[in-house]
């Protein structure tokens, strides 16, 4: 896992599983399209309605399906400084496209936010007790979310890539990790326990 020292440009997007020219997805997820084109179509006009060309935006996985050159062609239409997180339909050539960047596993700052990346969702994950937040995709809406992390995908949040700050208003919405015995966390006073419990330092 790589910290990633990340440079915004503009304001900063996130999306995942965009799945372009897969037409099973219409079907499995139940996506509001007749057609593969119209299902890609919308959503390039969705993304550039909301990303400027000089925003940036995280993908976490799942770019699309289909031959390079078409793959290739829906990307160049995509505006915004675009970064990408590996998913598990992803050609290797998809890491080819232009991105700016290519994770697994990354944990950038965003407003002062650490957010872990990754296409699949963690149990925990880097600064997971000092309120360090999580995004990811590949479960189409199917594991939910916490008030720490939350799934970034299409099938989830909707066509419009979002910002971290309206991410966290939907966090905000869910319950905390449920932990031993049904217990949510207790962030701070777990974070007080970790330093009664270091060992003191001897001269």
């Not at 890609?40 to 995280?58: E, F």
């Not at 994950?125 to 992390?149: I, Q």
Request: glycine share 10%.
């Amino acid at each position: 896992m790589t910290k990633f020292k990340f440079k915004p440009t503009g304001r900063t997007y996130f999306i995942s599983d965009t799945h372009f020219g897969h037409r099973n997805i219409i079907d499995m997820c139940g996506r509001p399209y007749k057609s593969v084109g119209e299902m890609d179509a919308d959503l390039i006009a969705s993304w550039n309605a909301i990303v400027a060309p000089g925003d940036t935006i995280w993908h976490l996985g799942d770019f699309g399906y289909g031959n390079r050159e078409y793959l290739q062609g829906i990307f160049d239409r995509l505006n915004g400084f675009k970064h990408f997180v590996r998913g598990n339909h992803d050609k290797p050539w998809v890491n080819e496209l232009g991105w700016e960047s290519v994770h697994d596993l990354v944990t950038i700052s965003v407003d002062g936010e650490a957010v872990t990346l990754c296409h699949y969702p963690l149990r925990e994950w880097p600064r997971y007790w000092s309120e360090g937040l999580h995004l990811y995709g590949h479960v189409h809406s199917n594991l939910p979310g916490s008030r720490h992390s939350y799934d970034v995908g299409v099938d989830s949040i909707g066509k419009f890539p979002m910002k971290l700050g309206d991410i966290k208003k939907k966090m905000a919405l869910r319950p905390d990790v449920q932990f031993a015995e049904g217990q949510p966390v207790d962030r701070r006073r777990k974070r007080e326990l970790a330093v009664e419990d270091e060992p003191a330092i001897k001269p």
